[in-house]
């Protein structure tokens, strides 16, 4: 006897056979019972997921010689050659071979005549979709009001392609996309049978392969027999299929996981030999990291869809939720460029290297930390400007203004400069003045430029003939010969009180920072001293949005609700870390949720950013140079491109 494939050999004989579907088999079955039967059934489902067997079926059940049944006894002449397809009352069509009008109007004249056998003369039209208007039109009538002696049933893989005509004739059964744990637990029982050895690992790579369904995996497995002589082995199945094992992309993960760069780089090297598609991979490891976010977030919620529900697990308490999340993005991302890389394998590697290299950690955030000097602080990261006033020669100090500014602002803010340094002239000046702006002293003025650059502005507008080009050539003029802050001298020397009001106002709100020093090196004021602590990221983030106070080595922290839901163990451990490397090793952390008031870190630095703002603004608009270039030229300050020099706290104290 000749070899019949595992699809053909296995097709179910009852329904109880069937693998899922139980949605449809219930109804079937209710229906069959009660013998509330229609005429026309629709079976839709992509391949492979049981529309003809079902049909096949259905047939048996309603033509068995013991009666309409949901249990046809599988004995009669009837059952047995429904089961071998030699069943003259079961007309089984192709309609994508069969898709004329006459072809239709042949199957409407001989829906008339009684059945030969059975009960019941079934016409089962595969691929419905494929006939043509014409065909559904002749179809229709006889559709809707069949005799009594016939039952329509088809099945079709793209439903929306028929018209609504027939689908409101029929009664409709979506049959759904097989799970791989549906696929698998078949496999195993079918290869049971077979006494076919197997590899669990090879059965999950055959179920993922099918891709939702039975008949498609019972294909591939009857491919991978052959190609493993007899047996199935995770290796050969996965070099058949063409993709990676299960175990591959374990030891990638792992590898990721301990941070083992030569180790994930040789893992890359070995399975790249297998010419794999690189895509799969990264929607593998996506799948994953989605699983272990999901258990993360749900524990319990992770399946054994794909087998390594165990896996899953194991990686969601290992790994932080923040590398989940950025392993997820960055093989999302990495996913979407494999498109328009080079080659395959180097996007490949670029996406796990950017999931290796920008891995956070405080490990991987310190060492810039150090060696910037302001990178902890992350809301004020500027240490550079601290060292630059004392060697860098005077004119040079506007320049890292310029860049940032539009055209208008760039006019305006080295007046602003130079309006700070009025009291940088007398020597008892400069120490209270730099708070708000501390590079402004160290630019020197030369006043006898000051006629030139304004003749210059004239002839520059004049040529131009229109009040708007003076912003770029004056912008031009302070490019090539800086002379912004040497008109400040003079003006500024004329009008000294007018200056002044303008950085009297900021003072109050950066002095407390600036007089802490010297009341008590030891004094601890939360939200001014705050960032002396060195708390970043999201625990830092969530810290300065609250209250401290102290009783004794206890510290509470005040956050409000929506803050609060947000910090969890990490941030808390991260945050008790900081306080006690400042107060001790026996300071205990406990945090409420409430109202923490104005005296939030958070809070503070909002107002000294707005105060920086207002002095910076009112310093624009009191600047003589400022005024005389608006009166000269009609001009306007834009307000919005104004940005005061940001200072740290830290700076004044030193």
């Given amino acids: 006897m000749s070899y019949q494939v595992l699809a053909r050999k296995w097709r179910p004989r009852t329904f109880e056979d069937m693998v899922g579907q139980e949605h449809v088999l219930q109804a079937l079955i209710h229906a069959l019972e009660s013998q509330r039967l229609h005429h026309a059934y629709l079976f839709t489902g992509t391949r492979g997921v049981g529309k003809t067997t079902i049909g096949r079926l259905l047939a048996?059940?309603?033509n068995c010689e013991t009666g309409v049944t949901p249990n046809p006894c599988g004995e009669c002449s009837s059952c047995q050659e429904i089961q071998e397809g030699r069943f003259v009352d079961l007309i089984e069509i192709d309609a994508a071979s069969r898709t004329g009008v006459d072809?239709?109007?042949?199957?409407?004249d001989n829906v008339q005549y009684a059945p030969t056998r059975g009960r019941y003369k079934v016409y089962l039209i595969d691929e419905v979709h494929m006939l043509t208007n014409q065909s559904f039109n002749a179809f229709l009538k006889t559709l809707e009001e069949p005799p009594e002696h016939v039952k329509f049933l088809l099945a079709t893989t793209d439903p929306q392609k028929l018209p609504v005509t027939v689908l409101s004739r029929c009664l409709q059964f979506n049959l759904k996309r097989m799970t791989p744990e549906h696929i698998a637990g078949h496999l195993r029982h079918v290869l049971g049978a077979e006494e076919i050895p197997f590899e669990e690992p090879a059965l999950w790579l055959l179920a993922r392969a099918a891709d939702g369904s039975m008949r498609d995996a019972l294909s591939l497995t009857d491919?991978?027999?052959?190609f493993g002589n007899q047996k199935l082995s995770a290796s050969d199945v996965s070099n058949m299929l063409g993709t990676i094992d299960q175990r591959d992309i374990e030891r990638i993960v792992n590898a990721l996981v301990e941070g083992d760069g030569p180790g994930l780089l040789a893992e890359i090297s070995r399975i790249s030999d297998f010419a794999p598609d690189y895509s799969v991979i990264l929607a593998d490891l996506l799948s994953l990291f989605h699983r272990v976010t999901m258990e993360q977030v749900v524990p319990g919620s992770a399946?054994?869809?794909l087998g390594d529900a165990e896996q899953v697990q194991a990686l969601a308490?290992?790994?932080?939720?923040?590398d989940a999340q950025l392993f997820y993005q960055s093989a999302l991302i990495g996913r979407k460029d494999l498109t328009i890389t080079p080659d395959a394998r180097m996007g490949?590697?670029?996406t796990l290297l950017r999931m290796l290299a920008f891995r956070p950690g405080a490990d991987r955030r310190e060492p810039p930390a150090i060696s910037s000097g302001g990178q902890s602080a992350a809301s004020e990261p500027r240490d550079e400007p601290d060292p630059a006033p004392t060697p860098q020669i005077e004119q040079k100090q506007p320049e890292p203004q310029s860049p940032r500014s539009e055209p208008a602002t760039e006019v305006a803010a080295k007046p602003a400069q130079e309006a700070s340094e009025v009291p940088a002239q007398p020597a008892p000046e400069p120490e209270p003045t730099p708070e708000p702006e501390p590079e402004m002293p160290a630019a020197p003025p030369v006043a006898e430029e000051d006629a030139s650059w304004l003749a210059s502005l004239d002839a520059q507008a004049e040529a131009a003939g229109d009040y708007e080009e003076s912003y770029p050539l004056s912008d031009e003029a302070s490019v090539t010969e800086e002379p912004a802050p040497e008109v400040a001298a003079e003006p500024a020397a004329q009008p000294a009180p007018a200056p002044e009001p303008a950085f009297a106002e900021p003072q109050p709100e950066p002095e407390p920072?600036?007089?802490?020093a010297p009341e008590a090196e030891g004094e601890f004021v939360w939200h001014r001293d705050f960032r002396s602590l060195g708390i970043v990221g999201m625990p830092g983030n969530l810290a300065s949005h609250g209250a401290m106070s102290r009783d004794g080595d206890v510290i509470?922290?005040?956050i409000d609700e929506g803050h609060a839901r947000l910090l969890n163990s990490r941030h808390e451990e991260k945050i008790l870390a900081a306080l006690r490397n400042r107060f001790g090793d026996s300071i205990q952390l406990r945090t409420e949720q409430g109202n923490p008031g104005p005296h939030t870190p958070a809070a503070y630095e909002e107002r000294q950013r707005k105060a920086r703002q207002e002095a910076a603004e009112a310093s624009i608009h009191q600047d003589p140079v400022v005024k005389s270039i608006v009166e000269r030229f009609e001009a306007r300050v834009v307000e919005e491109s104004i940005r005061p020099a940001e200072t740290r706290p830290e700076t004044s104290r030193r």
């Fill in 317 to 322: 308490r290992k790994l932080s939720a923040e």
């Fill in 60 to 62: 048996r059940c309603l």
């Fill in 103 to 108: 072809d239709m109007r042949e199957l409407t």
């Fill in 348 to 350: 490949f590697e670029m």
């Fill in 556 to 558: 509470t922290l005040t």
């Fill in 303 to 305: 399946d054994n869809a």
């Fill in 513 to 516: 920072a600036a007089e802490a």
């Fill in 223 to 226: 491919q991978a027999i052959a």
